[in-house]
């Protein structure tokens, strides 16, 4: 199992990214796929999760209505499309194999920045 994401960089508050998941080594049509964050001293904190068909997703109350979740089954990839970022936005994101609390595999992280 490999996951590999890109996407993050540095932006300002109220700007947008799109993350992405490149997914290899299983089927990945046949899983759920999640986003979760980190930063340094905290716990990973879960950020969405969408379903192996892609539709159902679920949001984290931080990020409702700001983050949208999906994923293209035949590209192997999942997607984070973020906007009105905060800097409590901050963190390395992560992608991850399963269904909210419940993962198995884990990316590199991308790490996101948000600052003026």
């Known amino acids: 199992v490999q996951l590999v994401e890109s996407g993050g960089g540095m932006v300002q508050p109220g700007g947008s990214l799109r993350l992405s998941c490149a997914a290899s080594g299983f089927t990945f049509g046949s899983y759920a796929m999640s986003w979760v964050r980190q930063v340094p001293g905290k716990g990973p904190e879960w950020v969405s999760s969408?379903?192996?068909?892609?539709?159902?997703?679920y949001y984290a109350r931080s990020v409702r209505g700001r983050f949208t979740i999906s994923r293209d089954n035949a590209k192997n990839t999942v997607y984070l499309q973020m906007n009105s970022l905060k800097p409590e936005d901050t963190a390395l994101y992560y992608c991850?194999?399963?269904?909210?609390?419940?993962?198995?595999?884990w990316g590199q992280g991308t790490q996101v920045t948000v600052s003026s």
């Open positions: 991850a194999r399963g269904w909210r609390d419940e993962r198995d595999y």
């Open positions: 969408i379903n192996p068909g892609g539709t159902s997703t």
